[in-house]
């Protein structure tokens, strides 16, 4: 099976623009999670979906939102970027929310905001 | 949730078992151990995790002791690549949508 696909894998933006990531689960999985990677927090849960519903939702500002399509696969999008937001944005995909089943994480977009 | 504490840095020589150990005194009945690896600027890649019994896979085996209060992950033959961050995370069972919650974890370096 393929694994977790991310698109783009880097991505450089400037202050106040927006930016779409994309990410393609293994083949079945029905969850997706994203999280957010800095060097000063660490890896930050952003949001999960399953069957296209947000499930749960970390402690982001409003400017991160996300969506699941009906195949799957997921887009997170954070409008009116910051400095800040530079960071490696992980894609992860699960069969399904069950904690029991452990999640698959894709390489990786790397955001750089300048 | 529970939370873990790990040493911030360990060494293995190459060929070696490596024990990587986990502490989470406060881990309710109904919380998984999982384990986790990140070689640098790579997503995280799953290792193996437990409820109550120990586990081995092809990777890895994990300890988990009677009561449940901490954990060792073990590599039993170290290579180079298997130099990482590993992450030791507690996870309620039954709590859908619950993510994982890294804290820093042990930087393993396998040394020749």
């Known amino acids: 099976k393929a694994g977790v696909t991310q698109t783009p894998r880097y991505l450089i933006k400037t202050r106040g623009q927006q930016v779409t990531l994309s990410c393609s689960p293994i083949?079945?999985?029905?969850?997706v999670s994203w999280y957010q990677q800095t060097p000063g927090q660490g890896l930050q849960f952003l949001f999960e979906?399953?069957?296209?519903?947000?499930?749960n939702k970390g402690n982001f500002p409003g400017r991160f939102s996300g969506r699941q399509f009906s195949n799957s696969r997921s887009e997170m999008n954070v409008s009116t970027l910051e400095l800040g937001d530079s960071a490696l944005y992980l894609c992860?995909?699960?069969?399904?929310?069950?904690?029991?089943?452990?999640?698959?994480f894709g390489p990786g977009t790397r955001l750089t905001v300048t | 949730d529970a939370k873990t504490t790990q040493p911030p840095s360990m060494d293995c020589a190459e060929g070696r078992a490596a024990n990587l150990p986990c502490n989470h005194s406060t881990i309710s009945g109904n919380e998984y151990v999982y384990w986790y690896r990140q070689i640098h600027s790579q997503g995280p890649q799953y290792i193996i995790h437990g409820l109550k019994n120990n586990e081995t896979n092809e990777m890895a085996s994990l300890i988990i002791t009677e009561d449940r209060k901490s954990s060792t992950l073990i590599l039993p033959h170290a290579t180079l690549r298997d130099t990482a961050v590993y992450y030791c995370i507690v996870r309620p069972r039954g709590n859908y949508g619950q993510n994982f919650v890294f804290g820093p974890g042990t930087r393993l370096s396998v040394l020749p």
């Open positions: 992860a995909s699960s069969p399904t929310s069950d904690p029991s089943y452990e999640q698959y």
């Open positions: 979906y399953f069957s296209e519903t947000q499930r």
């Open positions: 083949s079945g999985h029905r969850s």
